[in-house]
């Protein structure tokens, strides 16, 4: 059974940083896409950066010289660097596993005070 767990989530003060980690089971990450996405109150979830299994990954503007996602495909756990937060980025955040059926973890909520 394939699960993902994302952790790292919680309250910041504009500028600050946070790590979020999504650690996967039941399947080898090495091969998947893995991706992260947001979804803030009365919004719609948008993908927030996507790493796939060929190494390729790309990010949502917003987030762009800001955000990293990276992965241990030892640990199978993939990774979101969050530096310069804003309070826009607050937001519900979600790790996804696969490309087209997706396998979605519970969220972590990440605030960012201004």
């Known amino acids: 059974q394939v699960q993902v767990v994302e952790s790292g989530g919680g309250l910041v003060q504009a500028g600050g940083s946070l790590r979020l980690s999504c650690a996967a089971s039941?399947?080898?990450?090495?091969?998947?896409?893995m991706s992260w996405y947001r979804q803030a109150p009365g919004k719609q979830r948008e993908l927030v950066a996507a790493?796939?299994?060929?190494?390729?990954?790309n990010y949502a503007d917003s987030v762009k010289g800001r955000f990293t996602i990276s992965r241990d495909n030892a640990k199978n756990t993939v990774y979101l660097q969050m530096n310069s937060l804003k309070s826009e980025d607050t937001a519900v955040y979600y790790c996804?596993?696969?490309?087209?059926?997706?396998?979605w973890g519970q969220g972590t909520q990440v605030t960012v005070s201004s």
């Open positions: 996804a596993l696969g490309a087209v059926r997706l396998y």
């Open positions: 039941g399947t080898t990450l090495r091969f998947n896409t």
């Open positions: 790493s796939t299994s060929g190494g390729s990954t």
